[in-house]
């Protein structure tokens, strides 16, 4: 007889949640390693005293993990996944019982009190630390890089800085991100901000200002960039920046996040792609004695078929060049913004040379010389030993972090608007990868 399944009413239940998460799930695994205690503490100003108790705190951040652990993009489904699954519910330690919050208590609270307190970037600090106990930055070296993701924003509503002005001046209000944006272009004309300066953007997202467009990854879409600082032993993402999506930014975090020495983390090499290799950049890692192992970035002039600056010998005691008919090209300016020097010849020397038509078509030839030029040479006799060849390889292991930030996290997008928002997504994904790296190697 066939049978059929008959829904019967039980008095009193058996149930352990417990039970039912597996020794080797992956949230069993990383709960171990969170520890929100001094987080509560730093909280606690940020909260009043008098009223209804508030959602803990706590359930918000684990709720946040599980969504950026398993790719859930959407804040509503990630409420109604961690309210039909055991073991997020487990993790979330609610129960079987207990309400999961409204999707508006995460809007709140990330552009209320998880932004003034900076919190997510104690929890991601703290996963670094957990990391750190457990041996896996060991490593003496370190890795650097940037990759864009496109940010929350139409493409399509784009137009000049003086134009997207009137358009915000016929508005009575502006949104949060354009307002942090017009309070920054204030202070900027106070405070010029240090680091290289680039024009003036040619378009400006109407609701996402801090983007910067960018032709990267094909069509022209306003995108931030990504950057992590990781170990080179197993790749652990030791800092983490969010930037417009300029290449001159990237070296501005870079900067930022080695000087900043999470959990101690002081490497002695870094290993970059060439978009790094500056001389400004070489120069200031090699006096905080960082051995770069990046491609030195030249760019040549003057080579529509003429002698480029190698067929000029330099004399580094007398500071002067000097050209293949013998005659001295002396230093005779500099431009301390670029951090070039120039080197000309006389005229009169250059008036009858035979070799005129493929030197030069002006009066006279110059050349030029870079400040940085001394670091630029070491890392070019750098480029040529083992261990360079062995960096280069290892920093694979950064490129294959963002691969999975997009595939397996889904990044590829933002959801929240303004730089405060590029920064909170980017740092909670980098605490994902670093809990799933933890996971996998630290013992059990």
Same mark, same amino acid.
């Given at each position: 007889?066939?049978?059929?399944?008959?829904?019967?009413?039980?008095?009193?239940?058996?149930?352990?949640?417990?039970?039912?998460?597996?020794?080797?799930?992956?949230?069993?695994?990383?709960?171990?390693?969170?520890?929100?205690?001094?987080?509560?503490?730093?909280?606690?100003?940020?909260?009043?005293?008098?009223?209804?108790?508030?959602?803990?705190?706590?359930?918000?951040?684990?709720?946040?993990?599980?969504?950026?652990?398993?790719?859930?993009?959407?804040?509503?489904?990630?409420?109604?996944?961690?309210?039909?699954?055991?073991?997020?519910?487990?993790?979330?330690?609610?129960?079987?019982?207990?309400?999961?919050?409204?999707?508006?208590?995460?809007?709140?609270?990330?552009?209320?009190?998880?932004?003034?307190?900076?919190?997510?970037?104690?929890?991601?600090?703290?996963?670094?630390?957990?990391?750190?106990?457990?041996?896996?930055?060991?490593?003496?070296?370190?890795?650097?890089?940037?990759?864009?993701?496109?940010?929350?924003?139409?493409?399509?509503?784009?137009?000049?800085?003086?134009?997207?002005?009137?358009?915000?001046?016929?508005?009575?209000?502006?949104?949060?991100?354009?307002?942090?944006?017009?309070?920054?272009?204030?202070?900027?004309?106070?405070?010029?901000?240090?680091?290289?300066?680039?024009?003036?953007?040619?378009?400006?997202?109407?609701?996402?200002?801090?983007?910067?467009?960018?032709?990267?990854?094909?069509?022209?879409?306003?995108?931030?960039?990504?950057?992590?600082?990781?170990?080179?032993?197993?790749?652990?993402?030791?800092?983490?920046?969010?930037?417009?999506?300029?290449?001159?930014?990237?070296?501005?975090?870079?900067?930022?996040?080695?000087?900043?020495?999470?959990?101690?983390?002081?490497?002695? =090499?870094?290993?970059? &792609?060439?978009? +790094?290799? @500056?001389?400004?950049? %070489?120069?200031?890692?090699?006096? *905080?004695? $960082?051995?770069?192992?990046?491609?030195?970035?030249?760019?040549?002039?003057?080579?529509?078929?003429?002698?480029?600056?190698?067929?000029?010998?330099?004399?580094?005691?007398?500071?002067?060049?000097?050209?293949?008919?013998?005659?001295?090209?002396?230093?005779?300016?500099?431009?301390?913004?670029?951090?070039?020097?120039?080197?000309?010849?006389?005229?009169?020397?250059?008036?009858?040379?035979?070799?005129? =038509?493929?030197?030069? &078509?002006?009066? +006279?030839? @110059?050349?030029?010389? %870079?400040?940085?030029?001394?670091? *630029?040479? $070491?890392?070019?006799?750098?480029?040529?030993?083992?261990?360079?060849?062995?960096?280069?390889?290892?920093?694979?292991?950064?490129?294959?972090?963002?691969?999975?930030?997009?595939?397996?996290?889904?990044?590829?997008?933002?959801?929240?608007?303004?730089?405060?928002?590029?920064?909170?997504?980017?740092?909670?994904?980098?605490?994902?990868?670093?809990?799933?790296?933890?996971?996998?190697?630290?013992?059990?």
């Amino acid at each position: 007889m066939m049978g059929q399944i008959k829904e019967q009413g039980q008095l009193f239940y058996r149930f352990r949640m417990e039970d039912h998460v597996p020794a080797g799930h992956l949230l069993r695994q990383v709960d171990g390693f969170l520890n929100f205690s001094s987080l509560r503490e730093e909280l606690a100003p940020l909260y009043s005293h008098t009223g209804r108790p508030s959602i803990d705190p706590e359930l918000m951040i684990r709720m946040l993990l599980i969504g950026y652990l398993f790719g859930i993009r959407s804040e509503t489904r990630l409420g109604e996944e961690v309210h039909l699954n055991l073991a997020y519910r487990w993790f979330c330690r609610l129960g079987l019982e207990g309400a999961v919050p409204d999707r508006s208590t995460f809007s709140k609270n990330r552009h209320g009190r998880f932004a003034e307190g900076d919190v997510l970037r104690r929890v991601f600090e703290m996963v670094v630390a957990a990391c750190a106990k457990a041996g896996l930055i060991g490593g003496s070296g370190a890795l650097v890089d940037g990759s864009t993701v496109h940010a929350d924003a139409n493409r399509d509503k784009r137009a000049s800085p003086d134009e997207i002005m009137d358009i915000w001046q016929e508005k009575e209000t502006v949104s949060g991100p354009v307002q942090a944006y017009l309070e920054n272009l204030e202070a900027s004309g106070a405070n010029p901000p240090t680091g290289p300066k680039h024009k003036p953007p040619k378009y400006i997202s109407e609701t996402a200002p801090q983007a910067a467009w960018s032709l990267k990854d094909g069509p022209g879409r306003f995108s931030y960039e990504v950057n992590y600082l990781a170990d080179d032993k197993h790749a652990i993402i030791v800092d983490v920046a969010a930037t417009p999506a300029r290449l001159s930014q990237e070296i501005v975090a870079a900067k930022e996040m080695l000087d900043r020495h999470v959990s101690g983390f002081a490497p002695c =090499s870094i290993a970059a &792609d060439k978009s +790094y290799g @500056t001389g400004p950049f %070489l120069s200031w890692l090699l006096e *905080r004695s $960082i051995t770069p192992y990046i491609p030195v970035l030249d760019r040549k002039a003057q080579t529509d078929g003429k002698m480029t600056r190698n067929a000029f010998t330099y004399d580094a005691e007398h500071d002067v060049f000097t050209c293949p008919q013998g005659h001295d090209l002396p230093f005779r300016s500099v431009n301390a913004e670029t951090r070039v020097k120039r080197y000309m010849a006389k005229a009169s020397q250059c008036r009858d040379c035979p070799l005129r =038509s493929k030197c030069t &078509d002006a009066p +006279y030839r @110059t050349v030029i010389r %870079l400040m940085d030029e001394e670091a *630029r040479q $070491i890392v070019r006799d750098l480029a040529k030993t083992d261990a360079y060849q062995v960096a280069r390889a290892r920093r694979k292991k950064v490129e294959m972090l963002f691969a999975h930030l997009k595939r397996w996290l889904k990044l590829t997008r933002l959801r929240l608007r303004g730089l405060s928002g590029a920064n909170e997504e980017f740092l909670l994904a980098a605490t994902a990868q670093n809990l799933k790296r933890l996971a996998k190697l630290s013992p059990t």
